[in-house]
Nanobody, 115 residues
Framework: QVQLVESGGGLVQPGGSLRLSCAAPGSIFGRAVVGWYRQAPGKQRDVVAQINSGGSTSYADSVKGRFTISRDNAKNTVYLQMNSLKPEDTAVYYC?????????WGQGTQVTVSS
């Protein structure tokens, strides 16, 4: 069973920053497309950002210019740096890894943006 381990969520004021981390097994990390999704209460789970094995990235329009996804292959870890956070960024954030026909999810980490 592949486990993705997330960390870094919490409570932050509007305009603040947080960095999320997602650690994945080395057996898949180097070849997987890894992404962050989020789900707010009563809403569907949507993609926030993705990064492929070559380092190419994509972002949802709502986070472009504020969020940055990156990967450290030596640590088998993907990061989501979130700056200029807004209340509407409040959600449970999930790490996702796609490798061949397989899809894996982390347990989720809560991000709350509130004054």
């Amino acid at each position: 069973q592949v486990q993705l381990v997330e960390s870094g969520g919490g409570l932050v004021q509007p305009g603040g920053s947080l960095r999320l981390s997602c650690a994945a097994p080395g057996s898949i990390f180097g070849r997987a497309v890894v992404g962050w999704y989020r789900q707010a209460p009563g809403k569907q789970r949507d993609v926030v950002a993705q990064i492929n094995s070559g380092g190419s990235t994509s972002y949802a329009d709502s986070v472009k210019g504020r969020f940055t996804i990156s990967r450290d292959n030596a640590k088998n870890t993907v990061y989501l740096q979130m700056n200029s956070l807004k209340p509407e960024d409040t959600a449970v954030y999930y790490c996702n890894a796609k490798f061949l026909q397989y899809t894996y999810w982390g347990q989720g980490t809560q991000v709350t943006v509130s004054s």
